[in-house]
């Protein structure tokens, strides 16, 4: 999604090798992410000689927490049983958690990840 961001223009695709290169990760296993990201709403994809994938968001818009619920949604809502003794109280404390992390995902832009750091020159 940073690489994605980075090359955000509202039209361009980028290319799944290229995406795999640049994030040095196996292009069979970030197609499966991408996948979870185009029926997350997030991203567009296109096939073909030309095809690629694009943002359907602008980075601005886009937050870890949306990231999250596309790819991971079982991080924000863990499966917690309140049998036994101590169960509803660690049920209530990993709810205080996941709102707290939740909170925190809302708060970082996709288009802030997606800033290059800036060169200094001596």
Not at 22 to 29: G, I, M, R, T, Y
Not at 43 to 69: F, M, V, W
Not at 85 to 95: D, I, L, M
């Amino acid at each position: 999604m940073v690489q994605l961001a980075r090359q955000y223009d509202g039209q361009s695709l980028t290319r799944l090798e290229e995406l795999a290169q640049l994030e040095e990760v196996s292009a069979n296993f970030l197609v499966q992410i991408l996948n979870d990201l185009k029926r997350g709403g997030l991203i567009t994809s296109r096939r073909g000689k030309a095809g690629g994938y694009l943002l359907q968001i602008a980075p601005h818009e886009i937050t870890l927490l949306n990231i999250t619920r596309a790819v991971e949604p079982g991080m924000l809502v863990p499966e917690i049983s309140h049998n036994g003794q101590s169960g509803r109280r660690v049920c209530q404390a990993w709810k205080q958690v996941s709102l707290s992390l939740e909170k925190e995902l809302q708060s970082i832009s996709l288009d802030s990840l997606s800033m290059q750091s800036p060169m200094f020159y001596i």
